[in-house]
């Protein structure tokens, strides 16, 4: 009986502070217009606070999930944290996001893959349920980006915000979940969108600080026509593979980039809007966060057996697409 691995909750978190255009405005030369126009973002959340980590917002997604999935924290095998900004760079923020909702019986690592981070996290979690090792693997995205985001820089910090997403994955034998996905990396995208210093070749010194290398770097618009084609292509792709026509597509969960590159990636497929699900204009770019925060925002929406097309795009460059068949009405 062939094992697949189905999506059997979701929980999510934002925190309080909301960061609207209006207040960017204050801080650097921009304007509520050309962030909406360009990017489709209206606000974001912000993590307040001293010595507070993407972990802070993992613990809480997670938790929620393990209420809504009414599952014991000790029942839990796997935890994988899908970060970019780890509350450290070790030991692993899946493993204090595991002690912090109790769970004892599992291993916990976390991956990173930049804004494919989420895709490539399910891609993995999902080999240990199809083989039949473990029953319960959550997969949890969190990140603070506000943390490596430098707000006197117009281009970029208009564009991220925090936040944190999980799903439980539990085996199905009814053919619902994880069916099939398409990831590509290519390392030539790296001097386009990068954190420059903070690792091995550029530790942290007094000078990476002074020169900003410790914020997120990006040259938004070669970043932005990789992405418009290539998240559009492997969209393309495992509709293809999987014979799904656009009708046969009951939703895009598109990575929160930018509007206009989701836009291209539902053109492409050809599902109309009203098929794709949108935050970007809460909660901006989070990241690892993107995808699970859409499912959960949506989660009252999807019904049984509707096929789901994930699809991401980000730093490496790294990008996939994904056919996930929902195994549950809320
Ligand atoms: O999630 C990881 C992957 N990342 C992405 O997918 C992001 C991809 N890139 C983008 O989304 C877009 O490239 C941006 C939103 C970052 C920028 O939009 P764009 O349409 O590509 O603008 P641009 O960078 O080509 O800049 C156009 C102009 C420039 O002015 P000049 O040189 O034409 O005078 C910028 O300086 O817009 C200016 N600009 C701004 N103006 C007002 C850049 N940022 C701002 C701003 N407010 N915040």
Redesign the pocket.
Known sequence: MKITAAITGVGGYVPDYVLTNQE?EKL????DE??TS??GIKERRILKGKDQGSSVMGIQAVRQLLEKTNTRPEEVDLLICATVTPDMLFPATANIISAGVGIQNAFSYDLNA??SSFLYALTTAAQFVQSGIYKKVVVVGADKMSAIVDYTD??????FGDGAGAVMLEPSTDGYGILDQVLCSNGNGEQF?NQKAGGSRRPPTAETVANGEHFIY?E??T??KF?VKNMADVAAQVMTRQGLSHDDVAWLVP?Q??K??IDATANRMGVGPEKVMLNIQRYG?T?SATIPLCLWDYEKQLHKGDNLILAA???GFTWGAMHVKWAYNS
């Open positions: 960017l650097v030369d921009t304007t050309w962030i360009r990017t930049a804004c117009r281009s970029n910090c208009i564009l969108l990006q938004g618009a970043v932005f992405a990575h980039a930018n206009r590159i770019n990241t795009f980000g730093g």
